[in-house]
């Protein structure tokens, strides 16, 4: 029995969801999100709920149950209250730079990174070493986030690198020098 999967989910006030065939539309503040999910899960909109249900007990309609239920979920918090990450850059000379749509990471690579931001994302720069990336989009914020913290990984020995606000690096120790 999927706990995850037999939720009801509270439509969030200033949130209209339609559901038409197996396509939902989610609309709301901030924007407006859609997901086509599996013909075989059943979504029903009652009066402030969200009712997800499967046809059998099959492991592929539990996982699919719980996972659309999940997503639907992201969708209801993304458009009434959005989702952010924060990143942080640690090293001497390593900093972000916003302008535009470009982010400039300068993290100890010969020449400066220049990462495209996708039109939906909105990414801040709160100082030169921490920016915000927030949407509506949980997938896409978590991504793009992802995906610049791929240019240089924290490493354990001095914590240099692009890390997220709220990791933690286990430090290791360094080598002992031998009497």
Known sequence: MSRIGNRKLTIPAGVTVTVDGNNITVKGAKGEL???FDKNIS?????NT???????????????????????ENMLIGVSEGYTKGLEING?????????????ITAGFSHP????VPSDLKVEQNSNTEITVSGIDK???????????????????????????DEHIRRKEGKKASK
């Open 34 to 36: 859609s997901y086509n």
């Open 43 to 47: 979504v029903k909109v009652e009066e």
């Open 50 to 72: 969200i009712v997800c249900t499967r046809p059998n007990d099959s492991n592929t309609m539990k996982s699919l149950h719980g996972t659309t239920n999940s997503l639907i």
């Open 92 to 104: 001497v000379g390593y900093r972000f730079n916003v302008s535009g749509n470009k982010l400039t």
């Open 113 to 116: 990174v220049v990462v495209e």
């Open 139 to 165: 997938q896409k914020v978590s991504e793009f986030a992802a995906n610049v913290r791929k240019w240089r990984k924290p490493e354990p020995y001095k914590g240099k690198g692009i890390l997220y606000k």
